[in-house]
């Protein structure tokens, strides 16, 4: 195993063991981005459009190598927080790990740029492998193995609802909370809610790695998708809809636009799929009987211009 060669910092976690989280979050968030994180940013020297010598943040990227048991299953380019949430996301959405799977240890190796998931049982990892299918996720997304796999056969939990009061409040809500977008840009973030109260935040350069954090965090801590909202700040597109569905999370939220088959997909499995999400306005193309519509859009402020972000604006 790869810890047995480097010096560099090492994370385990072990079957039983709590993940520490950040703490002191006002906002209650279960867990989110550290922007101040030094490993996340860097300063770079350059010209701005006069000329002039600048310096500014930008993000940085690291390539984290997967293992499940003994096998290398792929190379992900990502900012390298929470690798073990990322890594168990991943074999989750890739149908590499299923439910009643006991993972048994994770251990991350930062310097090597190593995650290794260990499980009580074998999986079945060689046939996922033998079909791969490059996705339109930013940072090449990768899906092994059938994409519709267990597709059809999740069904949502009863009684879901989003209140149009709840997209307001969580637009001013996301927008007002320390990122690394505000401080460098070039990235991705995702939200999973409750109602109207934020509870997990990831970011990374592909949306496909941030969704993929939240659906480890949940698998991780027990986290089931009843009451769920998914909020992102991507395209609506296939790779986002299936993964949502097979998290079993029944409405997906975007502040940018659709794809063709992301609406398509989203009617099959019968998601609420809410896009355009700014501030008091939205367009919701499937599942639209899960809206309760409980407050006027003439009572709700416009979004303020200062939280638009690249993918909302001139829409």
């Not at 790869?2 to 063991?17: C, D, L, T």
């Not at 930062?110 to 940072?139: F, H, P, Q, W």
């Not at 009863?158 to 320390?178: C, D």
């Not at 972000?309 to 001139?314: H, Q, T, V």
Request: with cysteine; charged share 25%.
């Amino acid at each position: 195993m790869a810890e047995q060669e480097a010096g560099g910092r090492i994370s385990q976690w072990r079957k039983g063991q709590a993940r520490p989280e950040l703490a002191g979050d006002l906002t209650r968030l279960l867990v989110r981005p550290d922007p101040d994180d030094p490993r996340l940013t860097e300063r770079v020297r350059g010209v701005d459009q006069d000329g002039r010598p600048i310096e500014t943040a930008v993000v940085v990227e690291r390539p984290i190598t997967l293992y499940l048991n003994r096998q290398e299953i792929v190379t992900m380019m990502s900012i390298g927080d929470f690798p073990d949430y990322l890594a168990v996301g991943f074999l989750l959405n890739q149908n590499m790990l299923k439910a009643d799977d006991v993972i048994e240890s994770i251990d991350f190796d930062d310097e090597l740029g190593v995650v290794v998931v260990r499980t009580a049982r074998e999986t079945n990892y060689e046939e996922k492998l033998k079909k791969k299918v490059r996705t339109s996720g930013c940072a090449q997304g990768t899906v092994f193995g059938d994409l519709m796999e267990k597709f059809e056969t999740v069904r949502f939990p009863e009684g879901a609802e989003l209140r149009t009061s709840w997209l307001a409040s969580l637009s001013q809500k996301i927008n007002a909370l320390p990122s690394l977008y505000l401080s460098a840009g070039a990235i991705h973030g995702c939200v999973l809610c409750e109602g109207d109260q934020p509870l997990v935040y990831m970011e990374d350069v592909g949306r496909h790695n941030a969704i993929d954090k939240i659906a480890g965090y949940m698998f991780l801590k027990g986290l089931v998708p009843d009451g769920k909202i998914f909020y992102t700040t991507g395209r609506l597109t296939s790779e986002m809809v299936i993964k949502t569905v097979q998290m079993g999370i029944p409405i997906l939220i975007s502040r940018s636009g659709f794809t063709a088959w992301g609406v398509d997909l989203a009617r099959q499995a019968g998601l609420t799929l809410v896009g355009r999400a700014k501030g008091k306005r939205f367009i919701a193309l499937s599942g639209e009987e899960r809206i309760i519509y409980d407050v006027a859009p003439a009572a709700l402020a416009e979004e303020d211009p200062r939280h638009q972000r690249k993918g909302s604006r001139g829409e």
